[in-house]
């Protein structure tokens, strides 16, 4: 029978270097003094032994926090349902893992922002990842989590912003829409409060405003229950409509299921399109025309200026491209 072998500690790379404890601690962590030939016996050792330093028991000693919270606002906890955040999670949880540092995720309400300041208190907070962000939540971060605090949405002073190119990816779905002879076309907004959604609304009102198109606006909340219920209501106000612009994927699915239960056909009577590029829209019938968001990426970037604490630009903007599909 074998037995599974114990993982060195920091004590047997002392031990094998003939250093104290202390010696080794500042070597491997890269503070403080020690000499040159103390630190090659204490680097030797620790490659011999297979030596990895735990991350979570280092950041306990220094204060620092063994675990990466994102936290996520909305008006209720199913903002935690979304598969977005789905996304963020598990590629925050990707970057921290080889760091042996946790993820948590919790739901700010809406009205009730000052949770932010009770969960950031918890000295267990390594760093901050703000998902749906607003202003209220940004003036909330403690100064202590100033350089590890990132948005992926609006950011501040304080809080740099990773986000994607919501204007650009709606522009070119617009202009898609228009030379493919559209001129009646509507848009189901975003919630009000989520101000990075008001770039897309922006770009859709700047290009109709610029073709001389009047703009046909139903405020929605990126869920395919909204988006069945906006479709209705885009006909009801605009029965000559011939195009419908979804804030999200979710919300263009939810206009088509009722476009077609009604008996409009898509794209035949009205084109709809997307934002996300999300699994499903490749595969729905008819497939959705949309626009690319790497949320993925979009994570892993910011969790990464998280975790380097080191100056990041203000504003990092990942590209959205037109994804072209038979919807519209």
Do not use: K
């Amino acid at each position: 029978m074998t037995t599974a072998r114990r993982p060195a500690t920091l004590n047997d790379v002392a031990r094998a270097a003939g250093v104290s404890r202390s010696t080794a601690s500042r070597v491997i962590a890269g503070t403080g003094f020690a000499s040159p030939y103390a630190r090659q016996r204490v680097r030797t050792a620790a490659d011999l032994l297979g030596y990895r330093p735990n991350a979570a028991a280092r950041a306990l000693v220094r204060g620092g926090g063994v675990r990466l919270l994102v936290a996520v606002a909305g008006s209720s906890p199913a903002v935690l349902d979304d598969s977005y955040v789905d996304q963020v999670v598990s590629a925050t949880a990707r970057v921290c893992a080889p760091h042996g540092l946790g993820v948590a995720v919790e739901w700010v309400p809406l009205d009730a922002p000052g949770r932010l300041a009770e969960l950031t208190d918890d000295r267990g907070v390594a760093g901050l990842l703000l998902v749906n962000t607003t202003a209220p939540l940004l003036d909330l971060v403690p100064q202590r989590l100033h350089g590890r605090a990132v948005s992926i949405g609006i950011g501040s002073a304080a809080v740099p912003s990773v986000d994607i190119d919501n204007a650009g990816g709606t522009a070119a779905i617009v202009r898609h829409l228009y030379a493919s002879g559209r001129r009646r076309i509507a848009m189901v907004t975003g919630p009000p409060w989520l101000i990075c959604s008001h770039r897309s609304v922006e770009a859709y009102r700047r290009l109709l405003r610029d073709a001389g198109l009047p703009a046909r606006e139903v405020v929605g909340d990126f869920s395919a229950a909204r988006g069945r219920t906006a479709a209705r209501e885009v006909l009801r106000r605009w029965p000559d409509t011939d195009a419908i612009v979804g804030i999200s994927d979710a919300t263009a699915l939810g206009v088509i299921g009722r476009l077609r239960a009604d008996g409009v056909q898509v794209p035949g009577d009205v084109a709809v399109t997307g934002f996300d590029d999300i699994p499903l829209a490749s595969v729905t019938a008819p497939a959705l025309t949309t626009a690319s968001h790497p949320v993925r990426e979009i994570a892993t970037a910011a969790a990464t200026v998280v975790l380097e604490q080191r100056p990041a630009p203000a504003r990092t903007l990942f590209p959205s491209t037109l994804v072209r599909r038979d919807s519209a």
